[in-house]
């Protein structure tokens, strides 16, 4: 399988989405741990439109699964530890400055991968490919992560 997956960044639900929370309100964060596959079929139903992305980019991707799912609140210049798989963790920064429109920055610390900073579209999901891979033959599986961050609009 090539992997050219390691640096290239998918982004569920492509869209261009609104504004990011209040710099007052608490952000919460949610990272998914995704172990994908090229020799197990069985696709987790919450998955359906990130398997539909990741495999415009490797077709031999063929199994996909949550391995953890865990969300976390954070305030502006805030970075927290979220853990994966195994004792494999990824890193998230919530910027102190928003960016030119007021939106939330993302700074994020994949295992095995340099840092990657963007501008969060709340409530769609950041994924990445990672160079991470556990088990052998036909149990060998590769992380992703998926993050977000929310909520969107003005604090009510």
């Known amino acids: 399988m090539p992997r050219c997956l390691a640096v290239c960044a998918l982004t569920l639900l492509a869209?261009?989405?609104?504004?990011?929370?209040?710099?007052?309100?608490?952000?919460e964060v949610k990272v998914v741990a995704i172990m994908a596959s090229e020799h197990k079929t069985h696709i987790d139903a919450?998955?359906?439109?990130?398997?539909?992305h990741a495999q415009k980019k490797d077709s031999s991707l063929t199994g996909f699964r949550v391995e953890r799912s865990e969300g976390k609140k954070l305030n502006l210049g805030d970075t927290k530890k979220f853990l994966l798989v195994g004792k494999e963790t990824v890193e998230?920064?919530?910027?102190?400055?928003?960016?030119?429109?007021?939106?939330?920055v993302l700074t994020i610390k994949p295992p095995k991968l340099t840092q990657i900073t963007y501008e969060c579209v709340c409530d769609?999901?950041?994924?990445?490919?990672?160079?991470?891979?556990?088990?052998?033959g036909k149990e060998r599986e590769q992380l992703f992560i998926a993050v977000m961050a929310k909520p969107c609009g003005p604090k009510k």
């Open 92 to 104: 998230v920064t919530v910027n102190e400055e928003r960016n030119k429109d007021g939106k939330i």
């Open 124 to 136: 769609k999901y950041f994924s990445m490919a990672t160079q991470y891979y556990e088990g052998k």
């Open 46 to 52: 919450k998955l359906a439109d990130f398997t539909k």
């Open 15 to 27: 869209a261009a989405g609104g504004a990011c929370p209040p710099a007052e309100d608490e952000i």
